[in-house]
């Protein structure tokens, strides 16, 4: 993708228009469905990767300009969730290197939560 001021500029209407989408529908999951589980990340995960998957196969087919890919995907699906990203590169991966395809979604998966702790405890630490 070519960097220049109008890709810049369709990520960035994308972003807002993805954040903006995943603070309503998951207001609206968590208000409709309350569940112990962050059942509202889930959906909203599993809904993006789905997405980023039908978008890279028709890109695969259909070479749209970078404005809309930097829109629909670095933008829209970044901000949704970058989960999507994350499903379509270990799915592509999977399909060229068994090994590597699991060790990106391991690493991720284990990463993700292990910085995620790392970070949360380092704060707790900082603040007590």
Do not use: Q
Request: proline share 3%; glycine share 8%; hydrophobic share 55%.
């Amino acid at each position: 993708m070519t960097i220049t001021p109008a890709t810049l500029t369709a990520v960035a209407i994308g972003g807002a228009i993805g954040a903006v989408t995943r603070f309503y529908c998951a207001s609206m999951i968590i208000k409709h469905f309350p569940h112990e589980i962050p059942i509202a990340t889930l959906i909203i995960n599993l809904s993006g990767s789905f997405i980023i998957g039908i978008l890279v196969a028709l890109f695969i087919h259909f070479t749209p300009s970078d404005i809309l890919k930097g829109f629909l995907i670095t933008g829209f699906l970044g901000a949704l969730t970058t989960y999507s990203t994350f499903a379509i590169e270990s799915y592509i991966l999977l399909n060229s290197s068994f090994y590597y395809g699991i060790l990106n979604i391991v690493s991720n998966a284990l990463g993700t939560v292990v910085a995620a702790a790392l970070g949360f405890k380092l704060i707790e630490t900082l603040i007590r």
